[in-house]
Each structure stands twice: as structure tokens, then as C-alpha cells.
T-cell receptor, first 112, second 113 residues
Framework: EAQVTQNPRYLITVTGKKLTVTCSQN?????MSWYRQDPGLGLRQIYY???????DKGDVPEGYKVSRKEKRNFPLILESPSPNQTSLYFC???????????FGPGTRLTVT | SQELEQSPQSLIVQEGKNLTINCTSS?????LYWYKQKYGEGLIFLMM?????EEKSHEKITAKLDEKKQQSSLHITASQPSHAGIYLC?????????????FGKGTTLSVSS
């Protein structure tokens, strides 16, 4: 089944404790992206990747890092999480010339 | 930067009634997506519109794109409880070689039986 998977789905952590949210897609998509969704603010892009080893900042990159060492994986790294990073995070992927962007099921992160 | 405004922000309709959700862009739309989201879950792709005047339908949901007005509308006919959720419009950003999506803040639809 073609899909985007994220792990973990739910995470509660404390301020300053490094964490990684994994994202994997099995559709051989070149483009991958991370979004966060917050009430009243909607979905906002954090980082994106056009292909392996090619990443760039989205609209709200502060406090986040990403890497794209393999085509299928695009982990989101929070080196020192803070409470303002409490949010619902979505990973998405698409073919370089494709229209539809496929979204993962989301990761609900709470930073206390 | 481009912004998408959705209206209304929330909507409660009685089962069987029709409804319309609007999405207006601050800049010319080169592609407009409609997604549906169940609360706290992932986004489900509904349809994409690209050409001015284009109209697409999926089951009881119809979306139109009016490029001149930089607006798209999503119409649901004979609403059902299964239509309840958050509807998001997304537009292809002028940045990132047309790969990024920017989103409206969503319209929350509740359907009462």
C-alpha cells in the first residue's frame, strides 16, 4: 500500500530533550516536506526536500533540523524542544512533477 | 507572500442540506487543492483544480476554480454525517518551483442528524 508513515504518532517530552520524528514514504517520491498545524494558524511548512541531500527552509524553520540521506526517509529533528513547538506535525511527499501531495497520519507532540 | 482565506471558519448544517465553502487567494492561483481532515488526523486529498473555470466532482462534493476572482468554492450536496470534518484549501506556492503548498486555516463542518 502506497503511504507516508510517521513515528511516533504521539509524544510527550520535556523541554530541552532532543527528539526525532521519523517520516518514510514507499512511493519513490522526490519531494518531501514537513508541516506543523496549530489552532488559528493552520498548516505551515517547516522544511522541505526536493531530493536526496537537497533540503531547504519553509516558513517556520526555527528550532528544527532535517536530513535527507535516503530518498524514502525525511526525519524531523528537534535539538532542544520548547513548549512553543507543541503542535501536530505532518509529513508529506509527492513526485517531482506530480500534483497530489500525500500526507502522513500526523504526530502529536507535547513539550512540557 | 501569498495567503489563502477560507470562509466560513465553521459551519453547522442539518443532514441533507447543501453547503458551500469558499477559498480566496491574495495572488493568482496556479493550482488549488482541496483536502479534508478528520480532527487530529491526516489530510485526505479531495481534488485539484488548475484551469480557470475548471470544475471537478467527487461523489457529492463539487469544486470550482474561478481564476479571475482568485477564488475556489467547494460545494457539498445533500450533506451527510460522513462529510463532517475540516476542509482545507491549499495553493501551489510561487516559491520552491511550484512544489510547496500554502494552506488556508480551514473550515470546520459539522453535520447534525
Amino acid at each position: 500500500e502506497a503511504q507516508v508513515t510517521q513515528n511516533p504518532r504521539y509524544l510527550i517530552t520535556v523541554t530541552g530533550k532532543k527528539l526525532t520524528v521519523t517520516c518514510s514514504q514507499n512511493m519513490n517520491h522526490e519531494y518531501m516536506s514537513w508541516y506543523r498545524q496549530d489552532p488559528g494558524l493552520g498548516l505551515r511548512q517547516i522544511y522541505y526536500s526536493m531530493n536526496v541531500e537537497v533540503t531547504d527552509k519553509g516558513d517556520v524553520p526555527e528550532g528544527y533540523k532535517v536530513s535527507r540521506k535516503e530518498k524514502r526517509n525525511f526525519p524531523l529533528i528537534l535539538e532542544s524542544p520548547s513548549p512553543n513547538q507543541t503542535s501536530l506535525y505532518f509529513c508529506a511527499s509527492k513526485l517531482a512533477g506530480g500534483r497530489e501531495q500525500y500526507f502522513g497520519p500526523g504526530t502529536r507532540l507535547t513539550v512540557t | 507572500s501569498q495567503e489563502l482565506e477560507q470562509s466560513p471558519q465553521s459551519l453547522i448544517v442539518q443532514e441533507g442540506k447543501n453547503l458551500t465553502i469558499n477559498c480566496t487567494s491574495s495572488k493568482t492561483l496556479y493550482g488549488l487543492y482541496w483536502y479534508k481532515q478528520k480532527y487530529g488526523e491526516g489530510l485526505i486529498f479531495l481534488m485539484m483544480l488548475q484551469k480557470g473555470g475548471e470544475e471537478k466532482s467527487h461523489e457529492k462534493i463539487t469544486a470550482k476554480l474561478d481564476e479571475k476572482k482568485q477564488q475556489s468554492s467547494l460545494h457539498i450536496t445533500a450533506s451527510q454525517p460522513s462529510h463532517a470534518g475540516i476542509y482545507l484549501c491549499g495553493a501551489v506556492s510561487a516559491n520552491q518551483a511550484g512544489t510547496a503548498l500554502i494552506f488556508g486555516k480551514g473550515t470546520t463542518l459539522s453535520v447534525s442528524s
